[in-house]
């Protein structure tokens, strides 16, 4: 399955509240500094793993549902109680269908499946649920040729 190089820039403008499902709290992994990366370039990060409580300084959410209840709580930002717009995934492949799951009963609009996270079954039941996937492709990578675009023109 392609990636749709539209879709990637309307995820990449709309969405403000990202789950970072499979952050690490170690700063050689990517998930910690594509986390990094993303919450100093203006989206609130919600970092989900079960085996941590901390992450950034801020709280780490054991699942998908208490990062969506948190964010569809929260009153400090701009981005306050729209609940999460986007799940980048740093898991492995065969967990995918259950995150699907997940983010389809969720109503959770956008779904990224980072570099080397491939599941054709799973992203087309998210699709046909509605959801925008990409996978097998960086949000960092993406992220930064956007802005470099955007500086050039």
């Known amino acids: 399955m392609s ?5 990637i820039d ?10 970072v499902l499979g952050m690490s709290d170690k700063p050689h992994r990517a998930s910690y500094n594509i986390g990094r990366y993303l919450a100093q370039n203006g989206y609130r990060i919600f ?6 409580n901390e992450v950034f300084g801020g709280p780490c959410y054991p699942d998908l549902d208490a990062a969506q209840a948190a ?4 009153t400090s930002s701009a981005q306050a109680g729209r609940g ?3 799940v980048d995934v740093f898991r492995a492949s065969e967990h995918v269908p ?3 799951d997940d983010v389809i009963r969720l109503k959770i609009p956008y779904l990224w499946l980072q570099d ?9 039941r998210a699709r046909a649920a509605g959801v ?3 996978q097998n492709d960086c949000i960092f990578r993406r992220h930064a040729a956007m802005l470099d675009r955007e500086k050039r023109q």
């Open 10 to 19: 309307e995820m990449l403008r709309n969405a403000k509240n990202i789950a």
């Open 132 to 134: 925008k996937a990409v």
């Open 71 to 74: 964010a569809l709580k929260e």
């Open 84 to 86: 999460i717009d986007l």
């Open 116 to 124: 080397g996270v491939i599941h054709d079954e799973a992203l087309a």
């Open 47 to 52: 970092p989900v793993n079960p085996v941590l």
């Open 3 to 7: 990636n749709d190089p539209a879709v």
């Open 98 to 100: 259950p995150i699907v």
